[in-house]
């Protein structure tokens, strides 16, 4: 069976590109009748906190993400972890490293003066036992590195998108397992964990194929399964720089607080990297059938905001009116339902954003403020248009737009724009909108004249 994982660390919300590793991880499993698992990475206990895992887990539950079973927490394995380091230590491929910040700094200052890669050098790695556990027990400050540095072998990462990748252990580094205020860092506390939860796939940005080498190679050496990976291309801003929170990247929680619809956050970010989605599949369980992991950019792509809002739009006119209605309910609390039912079948067309539709509150309440622009336009048309507009609403037998505004044309010699834009204006609040039609007929007879009434009022 298909395993996945989302395993974010709990030190800030859900970020776009967060966002992407969890939809990816979430689609392939589901699409392969698998499992996903959520995974809060949290030995890092400073910055680690309660409220951003109550509030990954809302945003995730927001955007149609669930996962199976409970909720893992990486603290819960410490004791693992450390036996695991142990067991590296026992075979010689992890060592204490007591080297100071300034011997390391200028270590990677000598190798660049020789045109070499800033790896470590090595100087502990060949301490004896005995010293090393001396040292360690005479409290010298020191880290655990892995020793994965070789003048021979290889690994290789099982790529489905990349193929198999073959990484030397000459170019490889003996990277850090272990801080020297004894945390752990990411890479064996992330590989053990996969291997411990049955994690048969990994789908991520390709920043983390040098990590991926190492924690391969670690599992091999605690004779562990490594999952199977699929590494994407980066997810970057339009600034081309790479998109997280710690680089600014906007957060779900802001997107929400914006009015997004989950859906349309799901669409644009589905979507992009990944060809021949079909555009017709609006929704994340229409998505599924279609999706082909293996066929995901291997190169970086850019994120647009543009396309989010696009899908927005797109999404926000195919609601149901009941649904809409409900959304617009804190824009509008005082309307009632039925009314409000109406409206929102009125401007839903014209919305972009679901705040768009206050630019039509006049359609609700003739008192309602209105724009400097749509109070010049009514000025411009006069109170003698306004009045003449008004006796002949009243003279018709039935509310009907087509036959006002031909009897209007016809005593004012007014038409076109200068004809239709005033009553626009007047009615609706707005320069454009719904058609005026469907406008009058929301409005009804007495609508009309509440609002050509005040019209001619604005004129004194």
């Known amino acids: 069976m298909i395993v996945t994982r989302f395993a974010p660390s709990p030190t800030g919300h859900l970020h776009l590109g967060n966002v992407r590793t969890a939809l990816l991880n979430w689609a392939f499993a589901r699409s392969q009748q698998g499992r996903f698992l959520l995974r809060f990475e949290d030995t890092d206990a400073e910055r680690s906190t309660l409220n951003f895992i109550a509030s990954i887990q809302q945003d995730l539950h927001w955007l149609g993400i669930d996962w199976d079973g409970d909720v893992r927490m990486q603290s819960a394995h410490a004791r693992e972890h450390r036996q695991a380091l142990d067991n590296l230590a026992g075979r010689q491929h992890a060592y204490r490293c007591f080297c100071s910040e300034s011997q390391l700094a200028l270590d990677r200052k000598l190798a660049a003066a020789r045109g070499l ?185 850019r994120w647009s905001d543009d396309d989010l809002w696009r899908w927005h739009t797109r999404l926000l006119h195919g609601l149901d009116t009941k649904e809409l209605a409900g959304m617009l309910l804190p824009l509008f609390p005082d309307v009632p339902d039925e009314r409000l039912g109406a409206f929102a079948a009125l401007v839903q067309p014209n919305l972009q954003r679901l705040e768009d539709a206050q630019a039509f509150a006049r359609l609700l309440d003739s008192d309602a403020p209105v724009t400097d622009d749509v109070q010049q336009a009514m000025q411009e048309a006069g109170e003698d248009f306004f009045s003449q507009a008004l006796e002949i609403w009243k003279d018709l037998p039935t509310a009907d737009w087509q036959a006002w505004t031909d009897a209007l044309k016809s005593a004012t010699g007014r038409k076109g724009k200068a004809l239709f834009m005033p009553l626009r204006t007047a009615l609706t609040g707005a320069a454009h909108g719904p058609e005026m039609s469907a406008v009058v007929g929301f409005l009804g007879r007495e609508g009309v004249i509440a609002r050509l009434n005040d019209a001619i009022v604005r004129q004194r």
């Open 117 to 301: 890669p800033p790896r470590y050098a090595g100087r502990c790695r060949q301490l004896p036992p005995g010293e090393s556990q001396r040292r360690a027990a005479a409290g010298e400050a020191h880290v655990w590195r892995l020793a994965s540095h070789a003048m021979h072998g290889e690994v290789i990462v099982h790529d489905r998108i990349r193929g198999d990748i073959v990484f030397s252990r000459k170019d490889m580094d003996d990277p850090v397992l272990v801080r020297s205020d004894g945390s752990f860092t990411f890479l064996l506390p992330n590989a053990f964990d996969d291997a411990l939860d049955g994690v048969t796939h990994v789908l991520r940005g390709d920043d983390h194929l040098s990590n991926t080498a190492y924690q391969a190679w670690l599992l091999s050496c605690l004779e562990m399964a490594a999952p199977v990976y699929l590494h994407h291309g980066l997810l970057l801003g339009a600034d081309g720089a790479k998109l997280s929170k710690r680089t600014g990247s906007t957060s779900v929680a802001e997107l929400r607080h914006e009015g997004l619809l989950p859906g349309a956050l799901v669409q644009a970010m589905m979507r992009i990297g990944h060809p021949n989605l079909p555009e017709q599949a609006a929704t994340l369980t229409e998505l599924l059938p279609h999706l082909q992991m293996e066929q995901l950019s291997a190169a970086a792509v």
